[in-house]
């Protein structure tokens, strides 16, 4: 089992980090400790963590994990084997004490069958995705951290044609998929001696490797506008996802990707060439811990003058 690569040096809270019905691990800089148990957060009042053993414990989790922690590299992103993520952040960065989050691999695979079970999606909303992915219509699925993005993209991406090219890229490996031709890449950031491999990078190669269907984890920055001009250049069939509070607002944060590449484009081009680009919206919302899709919306066009985007529900 993966963590057990990492328990020796979290023995205070190593049967959090075991129980099944916790997803996440949270100690916070005063050595408070939280966790996400069926997507409620909650307080562990009875476990601390002192600052000392904490911080020896986060550089010694670093090296294990091939990387390095220090006052002149305070912060750590890195996973387990199994694709649970470590996220930590020393001081001087994290006031009052070292910051560690410890986010859970789902290794529960859920179809789209089971997310209509569990009330994430209604039938009706099913047929219109499973429709739009035969129509090859470009779909962004949006949500904020946790709401369950990556489980329907994943879902969904059982319903891609059996004879697709399909290439998957992803900053961190999570999506399970199961394709006879299908192509992976994971970015690779900066370690001491190697250089980073971004998701940019990965997605301009892409192009030249023949994909019938593009899947990129998440849109995060300036690889928007290379996704950006393969989906206006014939690349279409494409899943992507977003951390967005709407699905309008989730067009707002793609053109503001767009513009963090570097490339001189007049604002209104971009939210043009979304419009031009993108077909289907989806947004996730989380209440009480259920994940809904909250809205199915399609692009239909873009005003200039009313820097306005025409969208269709349920369609």
């Known amino acids: 089992m993966s963590f057990e690569l990492i328990l020796p ?19 916070n800089g005063s050595g408070r400790v939280f966790v996400e148990r069926q997507g409620q957060l909650e307080a562990v009042p009875d476990v ?5 053993n904490l911080r020896v414990a986060v550089r010694n989790l670093a090296r294990v994990l091939g990387d390095d922690v220090s006052e002149e590299r305070p912060l750590l992103d890195s996973r387990l084997p199994d694709g649970s993520r470590v996220a930590a952040a020393l001081p001087p960065v994290s006031l009052g004490g070292t910051t560690l989050t410890i986010r859970k691999f789902h290794s529960q695979h859920f179809s789209a069958q089971d997310l209509v079970a569990i009330g994430t999606l209604t039938p009706e909303q099913l047929d219109t995705l499973r429709r739009a992915i035969v129509a090859r219509d470009n779909i962004l699925i949006s949500g904020g951290t946790g709401t369950g993005k990556t489980t329907l993209l994943n879902a969904l991406a059982a319903f891609l044609p059996s004879g697709d090219r399909l290439v998957l890229i992803e900053d961190t490996a999570e999506l399970q998929l199961e394709a006879a031709n299908l192509v992976r890449f994971e970015a690779r950031r900066e370690q001491t001696g190697v250089p980073a491999v971004s998701i940019r990078d990965l997605l301009r ?13 998440e849109v995060r920055g300036g690889e928007a506008f290379d996704l950006l001009q393969a989906l206006n250049t014939g690349h279409s069939g494409t899943l992507s996802t977003i951390h967005a509070n709407s699905a309008e607002q989730a067009l707002t944060r793609f053109a503001s990707c767009v513009l963090q590449s570097g490339i001189d484009l007049p604002y209104p081009a971009v939210r043009l060439g979304i419009a031009e680009g993108l077909q289907v919206l989806v947004h996730l919302d989380r209440r009480q811990g259920q994940r809904l899709v909250r809205q199915i919306v399609r692009v239909r066009r873009y005003d200039a003058a009313s820097d306005t985007y025409a969208l269709e529900e349920g369609s």
């Open 9 to 27: 040096f979290l023995r205070p809270i190593a049967h959090l980090i075991r129980d099944p019905q916790i997803t996440e691990v949270m100690v």
């Open 48 to 52: 601390t963590v002192r600052e000392q």
């Open 205 to 217: 190669a892409t192009l030249r490797h023949r994909p019938d269907r593009i899947l990129l984890g």
